[in-house]
Every structure is written in C-alpha cells, then in structure tokens.
C-alpha cells in the first residue's frame, strides 16, 4: 500500500514559483508507475493538473508552458515546478499514484488514480 505525502505549498504573489514535492512511501516508487498531480480549488470538481510515467509526461492546457513535472525514483519523489503563478492557481494541490495500468495521458482523471496525499494548500495572492 502506497502512501504518498505532498509538500511545498505556500502563499506566492502572481508572478512567482512554487515547487510541490511528492514523496511516495510503503514500496519504491517503479518509474513506469504513474503519478498525477491534481487540483481542487474551493466549490470546484478536482482537476487533473499534470502526470508522468516513464519517459511519457502530460499537461492541462492552462498549465502548459508554466508548469514542469519531474520525477527522482531513487529518491521516491515526484516534483512539480510552478512558474509564472495566476490567481486561478490556487487551489488545494494533490499528488496521487496508479500502478496498474499505469498511463499518463490526457485527461487526467482521478477516478484511474488509487493512491492519494493529503494535498498541499498553494494560494497566488498580492
């Protein structure tokens, strides 16, 4: 059983970078399993923000060109670099693993992910 525990959320003013850490225990994060990043901003459905599994990553429109996913397997984490933060960002940010099938692929789906952090509160304010 995976658990997985996300960090690095904070309040940044518009403009800035955040970095969101994952860190998968309870078995080695395997590279071609695949890990997601969602979000879910108050009163909003959860949104599939970004995934990765093997050499193969995936992004949401809105993120695309800000946001960039990287994994270090040896160190069982997964992390998302957010650039060029926007009000619209904020949100309550998860990471979640699917180890089965195993596909990153558009969209993102959180029904096809099993394993699920907390999430990590990233607020964009000035």
């Known amino acids: 059983q995976l658990q997985l525990v996300e960090s690095g959320g904070g309040l940044v003013q518009p403009g800035g970078s955040l970095r969101l850490s994952c860190v998968v225990s309870?078995?080695?994060?395997?590279?071609?399993?695949?890990i997601g990043w969602f979000r879910q901003a108050p009163g909003k459905e959860r949104e599939g923000v970004s995934c990765s599994s093997g050499s193969t990553t995936n992004f949401v429109d809105s993120v695309k060109g800000r946001f960039t996913i990287s994994r270090d397997n040896a160190k069982n984490t997964v992390y998302l670099q957010m650039n060029s933060l926007k009000a619209e960002d904020t949100a309550v940010y998860y990471c979640?693993?699917?180890?089965?099938?195993?596909?990153?692929?558009?969209?993102?789906?959180?029904?096809?992910?099993?394993?699920w952090g907390q999430g990590t509160q990233v607020t964009v304010s000035s």
């Open positions: 979640a693993a699917e180890t089965i099938q195993a596909m990153c692929r558009l969209p993102i789906r959180p029904v096809e992910y099993d394993f």
């Open positions: 309870g078995g080695t994060l395997e590279s071609y399993y695949a």
